[in-house]
């Protein structure tokens, strides 16, 4: 199998500090991973795609300078919200696609509270 | 731009029936893949099963079967023998090979009775 892993599995931060997730492919080389948000019993909803050694893709409507997202090596991506604010709590997914069987393998998930 | 629609928001069935979750899509690509995924309450994302789009051929993993109506693009998913611990959001996804990326449909929260 392929397994991801997310850290933190949850955080608290106080309004306007900046929060780092990180999402970690344990066992394969992922070059790309993607950042999904999924507010309460909603569906995911793809925020940006973290391309391994360039500039992450955003969806239309995410805020670029508000979610920054780095790709530093082929295993760890990491998600920071910057200036957090209430309205930024939410539960944060991270996603590998381990080519080329074309399957996403996901992490645990981040539950960010911003008070 | 390509879509996904579940149409059933919940539902609920007694344990050992037999369950069908609903969904269509749109998409102009020809080379494709669809899956279905399960949310339980810890929220971690698990694929059920999937199924590449030039397959005719319906995939089975054990108890979960789907129903692939290409020209129709519809992807249903049948859960057999229900068991308490199907008990989830169940996701209908559509993943192009180029992109790479999940677009999901609306999710279908998935009671299972005693």
């Known amino acids: 199998g392929a397994v991801v892993s997310q850290h933190p599995s949850w955080v608290i931060c106080k309004s306007g500090t900046s929060v780092k997730i990180e999402c970690r492919s344990l066992?394969?080389?992922?070059?790309?991973m993607f950042w999904y948000r999924q507010f309460p019993k909603q569906s995911l909803m793809l925020m940006a795609t973290?391309?391994?050694?360039?500039?992450?893709?955003?969806e239309q409507g995410v805020e670029k300078d508000k979610f920054l997202i780095n790709h530093a090596s082929l295993t760890l991506s990491t998600l920071t919200v910057t200036s957090a604010h209430p309205e930024d709590s939410s539960f944060y997914i991270c996603s590998a696609t381990k080519d080329p069987i074309f399957e996403a393998f996901f992490g645990q998930g981040t539950r960010l509270t911003v008070v | 731009a390509q879509t996904v629609t579940q149409s059933q928001p919940e539902m609920s069935v007694q344990e050992a029936e037999t369950v069908t979750l609903s969904c269509t899509y749109d998409?102009?690509?020809?080379?494709?893949?669809l899956f279905w995924y399960k949310q339980p309450p810890s929220r971690q994302m698990i694929l059920v099963i999937r199924?590449?789009?030039?397959?005719?051929q319906n995939a089975t993993e054990n108890r979960f079967s789907v129903n692939f109506q290409k020209a129709a693009k519809s992807f249903s998913l049948k859960i057999s023998d229900s068991q308490l611990g199907d008990t989830a959001m169940y996701f209908c996804?559509?993943?192009?090979?180029?992109?790479?990326?999940?677009?999901f449909g609306q999710g279908t929260r998935l009671t299972i009775n005693p």
């Open positions: 199924q590449e789009a030039y397959k005719q």
């Open positions: 998409t102009s690509e020809s080379n494709y893949y």
């Open positions: 996804a559509f993943m192009t090979q180029g992109a790479q990326k999940l677009v």
């Open positions: 066992d394969f080389q992922a070059t790309t």
């Open positions: 973290s391309n391994e050694g360039s500039k992450a893709t955003y």
